[in-house]
């Protein structure tokens, strides 16, 4: 793998674990003391047609309250840490209604950073794989990670925690898993340790790999225990995501992030796309762009290829989905002198822009929005950015998410008014 993409996922990873990023989301931001962003650029581009079926869908859920909208937002180590996915989800289900807290996946058991709304610890020794390691040989699923064990005892245990204004206690709960005699059953207990269920290994009629389970009442804490099925039991279990939904209506907001990844990444990813349609997504929101900015000899056509092919691809098994992509940030590249602008990132956000505007896609322009070029220098002064002046800190990606929001809200009020809709 790249050398500058070690080192940004590196600097993210130890980032994280240092505690410097706080889970608390912004809720009213004063721009006046960040003038160098451009709120009055701040709109979702190209959306007059592509978003229509999205908007309207909200407007259903809006007036009837009832029923869900399904929102994925696949990404890179921007997205992994769900601090900016996290703030548009916490706003879009305060104002729409919380319909659960979505996929998630046991980055702690991967030995990866993981988000505040959510904890996984295990017991035992697992494998772990995400994207960017193509070569490996676990296949990758919905999550952009995989993880296998071959101990008997083996388990996760994972446990939600609840958001500003949010609950995440979950009645159904899903599993993206390897299925097929080699693999153990597993037992689904909860926080008093009882036996809740057990998920089939064997039984690949609905999914060949889904298993569901619905609880008669909402609970936070899950363990996912190895089981023997026959005397001569099992060899591995393999995991690719967890869906963790509740009874109510609103949105449910999955996050898909992977340090490092680019598009490229997901499209070599076995099972991905065949995957990412069971989320039934109404909108899928792709946050990528960054390492292709920081590749050695970076081209702008295979670039757009790369791009075309993943969206392409989504597409294939989604395509009643609404699409949004949005441009990577300024940064800076590493250097022997210290941080120095990265021109690149400008070629890397017009592709991307001009992929959308010749194939009827919506697009956010995040790069012109926090200032244009060398603008991520003002974000580093305004300690809105991470020392590596590539990722940003907890509160440069809260604003990002408030920034989101609000140019997707002003989109779909201004659909509203010209459909005289109240």
Excluded at 45 to 62: A, M
Excluded at 107 to 113: F, G, L
Excluded at 409 to 417: V, W
Aim: glycine residues 8%; contains cysteine; proline residues 2%.
């Amino acid at each position: 793998m790249n050398r500058t993409i070690k080192f940004v996922a590196f600097c993210l990873l130890t980032f994280f674990l240092k505690g410097t990023v706080h889970s608390q989301i912004v809720d009213s931001i004063d721009y006046s003391k960040f003038k160098f962003i451009r709120t009055d650029l701040n709109r979702i581009g190209n959306d007059s047609t592509s978003l229509l079926s999205f908007y309207e869908k909200l407007v259903q859920l809006e007036h009837s309250k009832s029923g869900h909208i399904n929102i994925t937002h696949i990404g890179d180590s921007h997205i992994q840490a769900d601090l900016l996915s996290g703030t548009i989800r916490q706003k879009m289900q305060l104002k729409f209604g919380n319909a659960g807290r979505g996929l998630v996946f046991p980055y702690r058991v991967a030995k990866s950073n993981e988000p505040t709304s959510y904890k996984s610890t295990t017991n035992g020794k697992w494998e772990a794989k995400r994207n960017v390691f193509y070569e490996k040989p676990l296949p990758i699923g919905v999550s952009g990670f995989t993880i296998e064990t071959t101990d008997s005892t083996a388990e996760i245990n994972l446990m939600v925690k609840d958001q500003p204004g949010l609950g995440y206690m979950f009645s159904k709960f899903t599993l993206f898993h390897e299925k097929g005699i080699n693999n153990y059953d597993l037992t689904i207990c909860d926080d008093l340790n009882c036996e809740r269920g057990v998920f089939k290994s064997s039984n690949k009629d609905a999914n060949p790999y889904i298993s569901q389970l619905k609880f008669d009442s909402p609970i936070r804490q899950i363990i996912l225990r190895n089981k023997c099925s026959d005397s001569s039991c099992q060899r591995t279990t393999r995991i690719y995501g967890m869906l963790l939904e509740n009874d109510s209506s609103g949105v449910l907001y999955n996050m898909i992030g992977v340090n490092g990844s680019e598009y490229r990444h997901y499209n070599m990813s076995k099972h991905f796309i065949e995957q990412l349609a069971y989320l039934n997504s109404d909108l899928i929101i792709v946050s990528m762009g960054t390492n292709e900015g920081f590749s050695k000899g970076f081209d702008k056509d295979l670039f757009y290829h790369q791009i075309d092919s993943l969206v392409t691809n989504i597409k294939s098994t989604n395509p009643k989905s609404s699409i949004i992509l949005t441009t990577p940030g300024d940064s800076f590249r590493r250097s022997r002198k210290g941080g120095v602008k990265n021109p690149d990132m400008k070629t890397d956000k017009e592709t991307i822009i001009r992929y959308c505007l010749n194939n009827d896609i919506a697009y956010w322009d995040l790069y012109e929005i926090m200032g244009g070029f060398g603008s991520m220098g003002k974000w580093y002064t305004s300690k809105l950015s991470a020392k590596d002046r590539v990722h940003f800190s907890g509160k440069g990606y809260q604003i990002q998410g408030t920034l989101f929001y609000k140019a997707l809200m002003l989109g779909y009020e201004k659909y509203k008014s010209k459909n005289n809709v109240q």
